[in-house]
């Protein structure tokens, strides 16, 4: 993600309002003459779409839409920008995907806040690893609060030796 053009700091992240994850689906269905229908997984990874809107000043939108114009080819190329789901604000590569790529509309009766939306393809989501997940759907927050602190001082201040864990 390094060569990739990365979302302008001075601007927000999207709105809690309207924003929704839609993933690709991972697998294809053959309907039977009888009986139930097959399933089969076809990828392992695959892309979600983001339905996202952004609230910006007149000084934000101008460097939206520059930052569409100069960087990423009126909206066709790649970027990186950080993204809400399962684990938090994460840094993701998305591109918009519609036509016109975003839709703007103004807020109140001056005009100086206008309202962005947009739906952005996302190449994948990270989600949590497989030992993650065998911990998180077995134990509560608080108790893997209540685990770690014994486990730290037993990994990295009570095993012997110099090759501690670092």
Avoid: C
């Amino acid at each position: 993600m390094a060569d990739l053009p990365v979302w302008p700091a001075v601007l927000p992240a999207p709105s809690p309002d309207g924003y929704s994850i839609t993933p690709v689906t991972a697998y294809a269905r053959t309907d039977m003459d009888n009986g139930t229908a097959r399933q089969r997984r076809r990828f392992t990874r695959t892309p979600s779409y983001i339905a996202v809107s952004w609230m910006l000043t007149q000084e934000q939108f101008a460097v939206f839409e520059g930052f569409i114009a100069y960087e990423i080819g009126l909206g066709a190329n790649w970027f990186q920008t950080r993204l809400l789901n399962g684990l938090g604000m994460n840094p993701v590569q998305a591109r918009f995907m519609e036509d016109p790529p975003y839709k703007v509309a103004t807020q109140g009766s001056t005009g100086l806040i206008v309202q962005v939306t947009a739906t952005l393809e996302v190449k994948s989501l990270p989600v949590v690893t497989k030992d993650q997940y065998d911990v998180i759907k077995t134990y509560t927050p608080d108790e893997i609060t209540q685990i770690s602190d014994p486990l730290h001082q037993v990994v990295h201040v009570e095993l012997p030796g110099p090759s501690r864990w670092n």
